[in-house]
């Protein structure tokens, strides 16, 4: 913890000096000091809170079941994932002609699938092994 102050004095430090010598009036103040336990939980609250959130768009539409194995779907499995249209199918399909995904953060890479469609897409995602996504319930 002493440590982690020390960094932090010679940061307020540096940008004090930094707004003095570019003439800025107003001096750099330091924050109060965050304790690590209140990071790690605010940061365990908030994959808490995607991982509901995907859950509960994913209970919006169809009811699914299963991966997708982003390299080896055919554009009508895409088309079954929340959110995913002929084009955006096609533009997947597209990508990975170019180059196959490594990781599902990948998919992030391809226009029009921003983090708020990505979390959707994220729990029925893969890419690797067999292509189980089902409609489930219905």
């Known amino acids: 913890m002493l440590q982690g102050r020390f960094k932090q004095r ?9 707004g003095a010598l570019l003439g800025l009036a107003a001096p750099v103040r330091a924050a109060p000091a965050v304790e690590v336990d209140a990071i790690t939980e605010a940061s365990e609250t908030s994959e808490a809170s ?16 299963g991966k997708l ?12 994932l929340p959110g995913v249209g002929p084009a955006t199918a096609q533009k997947i399909i597209a990508y990975r002609e170019r180059r196959p995904f490594t990781e599902i953060l990948h998919l992030r890479r391809i226009k029009g699938i921003g983090p708020k469609r990505y979390r959707k897409l994220k729990p ?4 690797e092994g067999p292509n189980t996504l089902a409609s489930v319930g219905q």
């Open 10 to 18: 010679r940061t307020f430090a540096a940008l004090a000096l930094v």
């Open 50 to 65: 995607e991982a509901s959130e995907a859950t509960e768009v994913a209970q919006r539409g169809p009811k699914l079941a």
């Open 69 to 80: 194995n982003l390299n080896t779907a055919s554009a009508e499995q895409l088309e079954r």
């Open 124 to 127: 029925f995602l893969a890419v």
